[in-house]
Structure formats: structure tokens, C-alpha cells
């Protein structure tokens, strides 16, 4: 969405935040419908809001939906219009200010949401705050450097311990952990993004057993398919099919579709990691006719993006990188790049990258992997950078093209 449109600054000037919505929602190619289905609204609410005009919103429900748009805050009242982000004149909001809002979204919605809770139930208002930030910054990861963003998760983390500790009750502690268990693995996303491997694991782990403190079966198998999938992506195939094993375990044989056609996709990676092209595509068409049956609509929690084809498609480019199948990597490749956010679609053009090489194609391969690298420093993405890495060095040329030492100087420059 281009926040400098005439439409758009016309109407945050005018105090209209309404009619910033729609123009994003429409830019977006959401439905009145799909849009309350995602922040908790009816298509009404959201018809009216959008009508609204001028004049005093809720705070509340402006955060929720600007959240789930990616709008930025001072677009719709919600931040100091003196603090310009991308307003069209030259400047930007300081990005501390923006996540000082980001990680302050629970204590802007705590009050209408707990205002019509009894005394004796104010933690279910309360829990359902902290999510909402969680849900927020899960969505700003696409859009945003996972080093900026990770303060604002440890923060969040920070203050959902604090609240847990003082917990009176085993019912609240429970749901607490089922909140900080969502933000744990969130960190532990960051932490991959940024390199840090380790880090990573620990965060994973913790949300698994935060998860498994909550007594929900189905955020302890999203959680534990988490590991899995970091860890196929490391190369640990044996370890993530175990995991993705433990996940369906957990789940029984009566689990959701969207957690069979994902595990499903996961267990594809863990096997080609492991080198088993059979396995993977046995897994790979699971997955593919699972998400094909799956309904149009918003993911259940845990999930917060939808999972259908474009992923699966993304999952058999990553296999066929992983395996040096040029044909696997290079037959979806536009179906891949169709879905998921900038960062995701980084490292799909990466596979992509390493189907051209498995195919020959030296000078389409270090094209596509200088994009990626760009995107990677833009977002300033240790695993993009690594990954871009890891194609070069499966290229052994005395002599490389000029795209090469062109992509290798671009390297060498790389401090993040």
C-alpha cells in the first residue's frame, strides 16, 4: 500500500480514519467480511467504522484493525501526527516511537475490553489483551527488521511473566501460558531471522512447554511442528520428523485440517533434509490435497496467516533446493512466490536460486540470489544473508561470470 496516496493522507488529515481503512482494506482485496473476521468484528461493525467520518473512534478497535492492516499508527490518530511516518513529506516516524506503540497496544485496548467484565472475571479481558499485542507483532513481522521488533517481544514476554507470577488461580496461570507460549515462539521466529540458532532453540523450547503448562493439545503441536520446522530447515531431519511425530501424537487422529496439511509439509522438509525425495513427495501431496480441501477462511489459533497451496507450493521449492532437484524447485516457482510476506518470499527466491544452479543456469541463479540479499539487507535478515550464502558456496567455479564477483563483493560489504 502506497501510504503517500492523495486519497490516503486527504483523508488521516481530515480526521476520516474510517475511510483510511477501506482504501487499505480494498488496496488489500478484502472483504468488509474478512476484514471483522480477522479483528474480531461483524461486517456491520466494520461498514460503519469505515462510514464513520470524522470525529472521535474507539481506541480499541482502531488498533485492532490498523494491526491487522499494517497500517501505520499515525495514519489513524493512534501516534502524535508531529511524528511523520511516511506522510509523504521526506520523513518517517522514529521507529522506537512506533514500537513503543506496537508493544503498548494491550495497555490502549485492556479498558474497553475489560470495561464490561465482572470484577471476579477480569482476567479473561485481561488475557485477551496480551494476545492481541502477541497477534500484533506476529503480523509486523513481515513488514518489519526482526532486530527492531525483538525488544518490543522480550518487553511483551517481560510483562506477561510479571502478570503470570501474580496469577491467583491455576485457570488463569493456564491461559497466561497458552499467551506466553505464542509470544515465546515468536521470539524464537526473531531469533532464527537474526542468525541466532541457539537462541532460537531455547525460545522453541520454552514455548513448547509453556503450551504443554496451558493443557492445549493444539497449541502443543503447533508449537512442537514449530521446532520441527526450524529444525529440518538446519539440516536435522531425524530430530524434526520426530518432532513433527510428537506433534501429530499429541493432536490424535480427530485433528484440524490446516494442522494435518501443515505437519504434513514440515514432515516434507524434514525429509529431504534427510535426503529421502520419496518420503518428500509422499509428504508433499499430503499436504498439497489437504490444503486444496481447506475452507476459505481466516485460520484457527494458533495459526495467524493462512495456510493453503502458495505454502505448500513454497515447501516443494524448498525441498527441491535442499535435494538438487532443479525440475522440484523450478516448476511452482510462480505459485511460491505468490504467498507469504517480503522476508518469506526472500528465501523462496533463494531455492529458487539453487534450482537455476542445480539446472546450470549460473547467471539466472546469482540474478535471482542478489535480490534476496538486497531484501535480506533491507531487513537486515541473518538467515536471508546466510542462506544467500549457502548458494554461493555450492558453486565451485575457477573462473566465475561477472554476476558472481558482482554478487560476491555485495557479500563481503555485509554487516549486520
Same mark, same amino acid.
Given at each position: 500500500?502506497?501510504?503517500?496516496? #492523495?486519497?490516503?493522507?486527504?483523508?488521516?488529515?481530515?480526521?476520516?480514519?474510517?475511510?483510511?481503512?477501506?482504501?487499505?482494506?480494498?488496496?488489500?482485496?478484502?472483504?468488509?467480511?474478512?476484514?471483522?473476521?480477522?479483528?474480531?468484528?461483524?461486517?456491520?461493525?466494520?461498514?460503519?467504522?469505515?462510514?464513520?467520518?470524522?470525529?472521535?473512534?474507539?481506541?480499541?478497535?482502531?488498533?485492532?484493525?490498523?494491526?491487522?492492516?499494517?497500517?501505520?499508527?499515525?495514519?489513524?490518530?493512534?501516534?502524535?501526527?508531529?511524528?511523520?511516518?511516511?506522510?509523504?513529506?521526506?520523513?518517517?516516524?522514529?521507529?522506537?516511537?512506533?514500537?513503543?506503540?506496537?508493544?503498548?497496544?494491550?495497555?490502549?485496548?485492556?479498558?474497553?475490553?475489560?470495561?464490561?467484565?465482572?470484577?471476579?472475571?477480569?482476567?479473561?479481558?485481561?488475557?485477551?489483551?496480551?494476545?492481541?499485542?502477541?497477534?500484533?507483532?506476529?503480523?509486523?513481522?513481515?513488514?518489519?527488521?526482526?532486530?527492531?521488533?525483538?525488544?518490543?517481544?522480550?518487553?511483551?514476554?517481560?510483562?506477561?511473566?510479571?502478570?503470570?507470577?501474580?496469577?491467583?488461580?491455576?485457570?488463569?496461570?493456564?491461559?497466561?501460558?497458552?499467551? !506466553?507460549?505464542?509470544?515465546?515462539?515468536?521470539?524464537?521466529?526473531?531469533?532464527?531471522?537474526?542468525?541466532?540458532?541457539?537462541?532460537?532453540?531455547?525460545?522453541?523450547?520454552?514455548?513448547?512447554?509453556?503450551?504443554?503448562?496451558?493443557?492445549? #493439545?493444539?497449541?502443543?503441536?503447533?508449537?512442537?511442528?514449530?521446532?520441527?520446522?526450524?529444525?529440518?530447515?538446519?539440516?536435522?531431519?531425524?530430530?524434526?520428523?520426530?518432532?513433527?511425530?510428537?506433534?501429530?501424537?499429541?493432536?490424535?487422529?480427530?485433528?484440524?485440517? &490446516?494442522?494435518?496439511?501443515?505437519?504434513?509439509?514440515?514432515?516434507?522438509?524434514?525429509?529431504?533434509?534427510?535426503?529421502?525425495?520419496?518420503?518428500?513427495?509422499?509428504?508433499?501431496?499430503?499436504?498439497?490435497?489437504?490444503?486444496?480441501?481447506?475452507?476459505?477462511?481466516?485460520?484457527?489459533?494458533?495459526?495467524?496467516?493462512?495456510?493453503?497451496?502458495?505454502?505448500?507450493?513454497?515447501?516443494?521449492?524448498?525441498?527441491?533446493?535442499?535435494? !538438487?532437484?532443479?525440475?522440484?524447485?523450478?516448476?511452482?516457482?510462480?505459485?511460491?512466490?505468490?504467498?507469504?510476506?517480503?522476508?518469506?518470499?526472500?528465501?523462496? &527466491?533463494?531455492?529458487?536460486?539453487? !534450482?537455476?544452479?542445480?539446472?546450470?543456469?549460473?547467471?539466472?541463479?546469482?540474478?535471482?540470489?542478489?535480490?534476496?540479499?538486497?531484501?535480506?539487507?533491507?531487513?537486515?535478515?541473518?538467515?536471508?544473508?546466510?542462506?544467500?550464502?549457502?548458494?554461493?558456496?555450492?558453486?565451485?567455479?575457477?573462473? #566465475? #561470470?561477472?554476476?558472481?564477483?558482482?554478487?560476491?563483493?555485495?557479500?563481503?560489504?555485509?554487516?549486520?
Amino acid at each position: 500500500m502506497d501510504w503517500k496516496a #492523495p486519497e490516503v493522507r486527504a483523508a488521516s488529515r481530515a480526521g476520516d480514519y474510517g475511510r483510511v481503512i477501506e482504501l487499505v482494506r480494498k488496496a488489500g482485496q478484502l472483504t468488509q467480511r474478512q476484514l471483522g473476521e480477522a479483528c474480531g468484528l461483524s461486517q456491520s461493525a466494520v461498514s460503519r467504522l469505515e462510514k464513520h467520518g470524522a470525529g472521535a473512534y474507539r481506541t480499541d478497535v482502531l488498533a485492532r484493525v490498523a494491526a491487522h492492516l499494517q497500517i501505520p499508527p499515525a495514519l489513524v490518530g493512534l501516534a502524535d501526527q508531529h511524528q511523520q511516518y511516511a506522510l509523504g513529506n521526506g520523513s518517517h516516524v522514529e521507529r522506537r516511537e512506533f514500537f513503543g506503540f506496537s508493544a503498548g497496544v494491550a495497555a490502549a485496548v485492556a479498558t474497553p475490553l475489560l470495561a464490561p467484565v465482572a470484577a471476579a472475571d477480569t482476567d479473561g479481558g485481561q488475557t485477551a489483551a496480551l494476545r492481541l499485542t502477541t497477534t500484533a507483532l506476529r503480523r509486523l513481522d513481515g513488514s518489519t527488521p526482526s532486530r527492531e521488533l525483538s525488544n518490543s517481544v522480550h518487553a511483551h514476554i517481560q510483562l506477561i511473566q510479571s502478570v503470570t507470577r501474580d496469577a491467583r488461580s491455576d485457570a488463569r496461570r493456564a491461559r497466561l501460558a497458552a499467551v !506466553g507460549s505464542e509470544t515465546a515462539s515468536l521470539a524464537g521466529w526473531l531469533a532464527w531471522d537474526m542468525g541466532d540458532h541457539g537462541s532460537a532453540r531455547t525460545w522453541y523450547g520454552s514455548a513448547v512447554r509453556a503450551a504443554q503448562s496451558a493443557g492445549d #493439545p493444539l497449541l502443543t503441536a503447533y508449537q512442537a511442528g514449530s521446532l520441527a520446522q526450524f529444525e529440518a530447515h538446519a539440516g536435522n531431519g531425524a530430530q524434526a520428523l520426530s518432532l513433527a511425530g510428537r506433534a501429530r501424537k499429541v493432536l490424535g487422529p480427530e485433528r484440524p485440517a &490446516v494442522a494435518d496439511a501443515w505437519l504434513s509439509s514440515v514432515e516434507a522438509l524434514a525429509h529431504a533434509a534427510g535426503g529421502d525425495q520419496r518420503g518428500a513427495d509422499r509428504a508433499l501431496t499430503r499436504s498439497r490435497a489437504a490444503a486444496e480441501a481447506l475452507p476459505d477462511t481466516p485460520p484457527p489459533w494458533p495459526w495467524v496467516f493462512a495456510f493453503g497451496p502458495a505454502k505448500v507450493a513454497a515447501v516443494r521449492v524448498a525441498c527441491g533446493a535442499k535435494l !538438487g532437484l532443479a525440475d522440484w524447485a523450478l516448476s511452482a516457482d510462480t505459485e511460491a512466490l505468490g504467498g507469504g510476506h517480503e522476508k518469506q518470499r526472500a528465501l523462496t &527466491v533463494l531455492d529458487l536460486a539453487a !534450482g537455476h544452479l542445480a539446472a546450470g543456469r549460473v547467471e539466472a541463479a546469482f540474478a535471482l540470489a542478489g535480490r534476496a540479499v538486497e531484501t535480506g539487507l533491507k531487513y537486515r535478515s541473518g538467515r536471508i544473508v546466510d542462506r544467500a550464502r549457502a548458494v554461493r558456496r555450492s558453486l565451485a567455479l575457477t573462473s #566465475p #561470470p561477472k554476476v558472481v564477483r558482482e554478487f560476491d563483493a555485495r557479500l563481503r560489504d555485509v554487516y549486520l
